[in-house]
T-cell receptor, first 113, second 114 residues
Framework: GNSVTQMEGPVTLSEEAFLTINCTYTATGYPSLFWYVQYPGEGLQLLLKATKADDKGSNKGFEATYRKETTSFHLEKGSVQVSDSAVYFC????????????FGTGTRLTIIP | GAVVSQHPSRVICKSGTSVKIECRSLDFQATTMFWYRQFPKQSLMLMATSNEGSKATYEQGVEKDKFLINHASLTLSTLTVTSAHPEDSSFYICSGRSSNYGYTFGSGTRLTVV
């Protein structure tokens, strides 16, 4: 089956620190990979995505590269801000059936000034 | 961009009553709607998948008679929690999928059953 393994949190960093949140996956077929962000009390927002190997998704200073050889999609940001505090979810979908998303467990990130 | 409007954002109801949560895709047609449940500090658990005009497909362990899903049109899907109990208290999120916009999530509904 399909699954996503995500770095467990919570993660606490100081402002301007470098961020890495690890994500690995297993999938039947060729998945598309996503990172979603959830702010307190809200739904999920797409942060970035990649649909094929070696693609790099990027948005708001965040980046993640689709690594087929290591089945990974790690999220990185060079200098985090307090406003980046949220829960981050790694997810995948495969091109079959209803193409439902499979989520990781989420990583809570807190940035302190 | 695509927007899914989810209402209500918060609801408190008494045990034994039913609650309806509505999700509308405002500027696109959602061929598929997904309903998730999220427990505090946990990931999203897919409850069911619905396609417009057909019966929803429920995930294993989800009671279809308790969580009624209707997807009557390409822009509207509803989840009704019937005979709610305190253990049904949770955060419910819908997501509409379209070929143009991919997955678009609603803002969620916090249900509290007292």
């Amino acid at each position: 089956g399909n699954s996503v393994t995500q770095m467990e949190g919570p993660v606490t960093l100081s402002e301007e620190a470098f961020l890495t949140i690890n994500c690995t996956y297993t999938a039947t077929g060729y998945p598309s990979l996503f990172w979603y962000v959830q702010y307190p009390g809200e739904g999920l927002q797409l942060l970035l995505k990649a649909t094929k190997a070696d693609d790099k998704g990027s948005n708001k200073g965040f980046e993640a590269t689709y690594r087929k050889e290591t089945t990974s999609f790690h999220l990185e940001k060079g200098s985090v801000q307090v406003s980046d505090s949220a829960v981050y979810f790694c997810a995948l979908s495969v091109p079959e059936g209803n193409e439902k998303l499979t989520f990781g467990t989420g990583t809570r990130l807190t940035i302190i000034p | 961009g695509a927007v899914v409007s989810q209402h209500p954002s918060r609801v408190i109801c008494k045990s034994g009553t039913s609650v309806k949560i509505e999700c509308r895709s405002l500027d696109f047609q959602a061929t598929t709607m997904f309903w998730y449940r999220q427990f505090p500090k946990q990931s999203l658990m897919l409850m069911a998948t619905s396609n417009e005009g057909s019966k929803a497909t429920y995930e294993q362990g989800v009671e279809k008679d308790k969580f009624l899903i209707n997807h009557a049109s390409l822009t509207l899907s509803t989840l009704t929690v019937t005979s709610a109990h305190p253990e049904d208290s949770s955060f419910y999120i819908c997501s509409g999928r379209s070929s143009n916009y991919g997955y678009t999530f609603g803002s969620g509904t916090r249900l509290t059953v007292v």
